[in-house]
C-alpha cells in the first residue's frame, strides 16, 4: 500500500475535486492536471527528498562564523521545489501560478512531508508570500512576492520572541520611522527596527539569493511608549539584504544578524534561528543618505495596528499545513511498522494445546496486538489526512465558492481548524511511538527511521499555537463565535452524515450521535455561569474529546463509499471500526471533567507539587 491510491481516493471518490473545474479559476484543470502535479511531487519528493530524510537529521545546520552551512541535499532539494511551481501553485496566472486548488496543493505537498518534512521550507516561503498578495502593495507584490514564488527569495515569519511565545502581545521589538521622507519609500512606510526574534525557523541559510522577513514589532506612540496588548502590533518586511525597485539586490545588507541557532530535537533540515534586528552588527545607510547606522530596514505592511490582524490571515493554511505535516509522518511510521511487521520473524501462535517450540515463527503482523497498533496509526492517520483535506476543500469553497456558499465554508471552518492543527499533532504523534514499538528495540535505534519521525513530530504540538493554546481557542471562542453558527453548521454536517448511514454502519451512526450530543451539552456546562478561567481548565480535555468526535464523523462518512471487497475498502472499513470501538469511547472521561468543570489542576496550591 503507497500514500498515492489513498489521496486518490479521498480527492476524487470522496471529495469529488472534479466539481471545482466547473468554477471559472479552475476550468483550465482536469483530471489529468491534476494527476500531472501530483505525479512531479511524488517524484521530486521520491529523488530528491527521501533519500536524505536522515542526512538532513545528521548533519545539521551549521554556522561558521559568517554563513549558516547545509547539506548539499538541501539545495538540491529546494531548487526542484522551486522547478515544479509548486510554491506559487495556487497563484494567479499573471503571477506565474497555476491556479490550482489549495485542495490539490495541500494533497501535493503531502508527499514532500512524508518524504522529508524539514528538508525544505516551501511552507513558510508560500506563506509569507500568499500574506503580502492578501495585504501588501502592487509594488511590495511585486519586489518580494513574486521573487518568493519563482524561487529566488525565501521567506519567514518573525512572530516569536524570547519573552513573548504564546503570548504575543508581550512583542517588544520596536519600529520607529526612518527619516523624514519615512513615508515615501516606494516600497511601503519605511521604518529601523529594533529587537531579538526567537525561533525563527530557516531565518539563515544561503539556499536562495535573499530572505524576506516578515517581522512583528510595535511602533511606540508619541511618548516613546509601545502600545500594550495586540493592537499595537504591526507588520513589516525586512529583507536580509536591502531590494531596489526592480526586484535586484541594491548590494547592501540589512541590519538583521544571526545570534545562534538552536539545536533541536527533531525537524533539524531546517535551520531555527535566534535574530537580532537592528544591533548594529551590519549598519545600514537610509536611501539617499550616505551614512549608515544601526537598525534593520523594514517596509510597513498594511496599517499600523494590523500586524496581528493580516498575520493571522493566513491561519487557516497554517494550521492545515502543520496539520498536515504531523499526518504525514503519523504515515511516514505507519507505512515503516507495517512493512517491518511484515517481515519480522518473532513469536508463535497460542493454541489451545498451548505453543509448538518446533513450528517456525510467525511474522509478527499475524499477533493480534501487533494488528491493533497498526490500526490505531492507519486510523489516527489517514483520518486526520481525511480531515485535512476535507478542510483544504473548504477554504477552496470559501475562496471560489458563491457568496452564500463561501460564508458558510468560512464560519465552518473556524470550529475544526483547531483540531486539525491539534488532532494529527497529538495522535500521529503517538502513532510515531505504536510504529517504534512494533519495532520492538530495532525501534529504539537510529537503524531504523521510526525514532526520528517521533523527534520530527514532537514539534507540532508546540509550535504554530501550542496544544493548550489551540485548546483554549476552541473552547473559549470558536464554539462561541457569531452566536454559535460554526457549532450548529458543523453539528448539521454530522448529522447528514448520520442519516445517510448505511444499514452496517447503523451502529456508528447511532454512536457518533450520542457524541455530538456528549460534546454539545459539555459546551454548555463548561460556560454555564462560570467564570472563564473555570470554564477553559479544562479545555485541552475538551479539545481532545472534540477532536476524537470529528474524526469519528469523518470516518463515518468515508465509509459510506468504501464499499466491496477491495483490501484497500475492507481497511478503511477496519480502521473506521476500530475508531469508533476503541477511540471515541475515550470522549465520555474527557468530556466528565469538562461539564463538571473539574478543578483538580486548577485549585492544587503551588508548593503541593
Ligand atoms: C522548532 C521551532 C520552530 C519554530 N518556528 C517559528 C517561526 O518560524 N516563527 C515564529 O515566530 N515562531 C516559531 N516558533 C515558536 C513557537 O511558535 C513557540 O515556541 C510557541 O508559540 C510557544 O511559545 P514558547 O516556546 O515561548 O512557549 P510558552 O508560550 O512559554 O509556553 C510554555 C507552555 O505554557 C503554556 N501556556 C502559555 N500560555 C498559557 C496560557 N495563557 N494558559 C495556559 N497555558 C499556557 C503553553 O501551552 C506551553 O505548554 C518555533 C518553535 C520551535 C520549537
Not at 83 to 100: I, K, P, R
Not at 341 to 365: E, F, H, L
Not at 432 to 441: E, F, T, V
Not at 445 to 453: A, G, I, L, N, S
Request: aromatic residues 8%.
Amino acid at each position: 500500500m503507497s500514500l498515492r491510491p489513498t489521496v486518490d481516493f479521498l480527492l476524487h471518490d470522496w471529495l469529488n475535486v472534479a466539481e471545482l473545474q466547473q468554477r471559472e479559476r479552475f476550468a483550465d484543470h482536469s483530471r489529468e492536471t491534476f494527476d500531472a502535479v501530483l505525479d512531479t511531487c511524488e517524484r521530486i519528493a521520491r529523488e530528491k527528498y527521501a533519500p536524505f530524510n536522515r542526512l538532513v537529521d545528521t548533519e545539521e545546520p551549521k554556522f561558521d562564523g559568517e554563513k549558516v552551512i547545509l547539506p548539499q541535499a538541501s539545495h538540491e532539494a529546494c531548487k526542484a521545489y522551486a522547478e515544479s511551481g509548486m510554491l506559487s501553485a495556487a497563484q494567479d496566472y499573471a503571477m506565474g501560478g497555476m491556479q490550482l486548488p489549495y485542495t490539490v496543493e495541500a494533497a501535493a505537498n503531502a508527499f514532500f512531508a512524508m518524504a522529508s518534512v524539514s528538508i525544505g521550507s516551501g511552507m513558510l516561503t508560500t506563506g509569507n508570500a500568499n500574506l503580502l498578495m492578501a495585504h501588501g502593495t502592487e509594488l511590495q507584490k511585486q519586489v518580494f512576492a513574486l521573487n518568493e514564488f519563482n524561487g529566488r527569495f525565501s521567506g519567514t515569519m518573525c512572530l516569536s520572541e524570547p519573552q513573548a511565545g504564546s503570548s504575543l502581545s508581550d512583542v517588544a521589538t520596536r519600529a520607529v520611522p526612518d527619516g523624514a521622507d519615512f513615508l515615501s519609500d516606494p516600497l511601503g512606510p519605511r521604518y529601523r527596527l529594533r529587537g531579538n526574534k526567537m525561533w525563527i525557523s530557516s531565518g539563515e541559510h544561503e539556499l536562495t539569493e535573499n530572505i524576506i522577513h516578515l517581522v512583528l514589532a510595535k511602533i511606540p506612540d508619541a511618548q516613546g511608549q509601545l502600545v500594550p496588548g495586540v493592537k499595537g502590533i504591526s507588520l513589516f518586511i525586512v529583507p536580509k539584504k536591502l531590494v531596489g525597485t526592480d526586484g535586484q539586490l541594491t548590494g547592501q545588507r540589512n541590519d538583521v544578524a544571526l545570534a545562534g541557532l538552536n539545536h533541536k530535537c527533531g525537524w533539524r533540515g531546517t535551520t531555527n534561528t535566534l535574530l537580532n534586528f537592528g544591533e548594529g552588527k551590519y549598519p545600514v545607510a537610509s536611501p539617499g543618505s550616505g551614512q549608515a547606522q544601526p537598525g534593520a530596514i523594514g517596509y510597513l505592511v498594511g496599517q499600523p495596528g494590523e500586524g496581528l490582524r493580516c498575520m493571522f490571515h493566513m491561519m487557516n493554511e497554517a494550521r492545515i499545513g502543520v496539520g498536515m505535516a504531523a499526518t504525514m509522518l503519523g504515515m511516514a511510521g505507519y507505512y515503516a511498522s507495517l512493512d517491518y511487521a511484515r517481515n519480522r520473524p518473532q513469536g508463535r501462535p497460542m493454541t489451545a494445546a498451548g505453543k509448538n517450540p518446533a513450528s517456525s515463527q510467525v511474522r509478527i503482523i499475524e499477533h493480534a496486538d501487533i494488528k491493533r497498533m497498526l490500526l490505531a496509526q492507519k486510523s489516527y492517520s489517514e483520518g486526520a489526512l481525511a480531515l485535512a483535506l476535507c478542510c483544504a476543500r473548504l477554504v477552496d469553497e470559501q475562496h471560489t465558492g458563491t457568496p452564500e456558499s463561501a460564508n458558510e465554508a468560512r464560519l465552518l471552518l473556524e470550529v475544526p481548524t483547531p483540531i486539525v492543527k491539534s488532532f494529527p499533532s497529538e495522535w500521529c504523534l503517538e502513532a510515531n511511538s505504536l510504529a517504534i514499538q512494533i519495532h520492538g528495540g530495532y525501534g529504539y535505534t537510529r537503524d531504523f527511521p521510526v525514532e526520528q519521525y517521533w523527534r520530527d513530530n514532537r514539534l507540532n504540538m508546540i509550535h504554530e499555537g501550542t496544544h493548550g493554546i489551540q485548546a483554549m481557542d476552541l473552547l473559549g471562542r470558536k464554539v462561541l463565535m457569531e452566536n454559535g453558527q460554526g457549532l450548529k453548521l458543523l453539528a448539521a454536517r454530522m448529522q447528514a452524515t448520520i442519516a445517510k448511514a448505511s444499514p452496517e454502519w447503523q451502529a456508528e451512526a447511532r454512536q457518533l450521535a450520542n457524541a455530538l450530543q456528549q460534546v454539545g451539552s459539555a459546551t454548555q456546562a463548561a460556560w454555564q455561569g462560570a467564570e472563564p478561567a473555570q470554564a477553559l481548565a479544562n479545555a485541552v480535555p475538551y479539545l481532545q474529546a472534540f477532536g476524537h468526535t470529528v474524526v469519528a464523523w469523518i470516518w463515518l462518512d468515508v465509509v459510506q463509499i468504501a464499499t466491496g471487497d477491495d483490501p484497500a475498502n475492507v481497511g478503511r472499513r477496519a480502521a473506521a471500526r476500530y475508531f469508533y470501538r476503541y477511540e471515541l469511547p475515550k470522549i465520555g472521561a474527557w468530556l466528565q471533567v469538562v461539564s463538571s468543570r473539574d478543578s483538580t489542576c486548577a485549585d492544587v496550591p503551588e508548593d503541593a507539587f
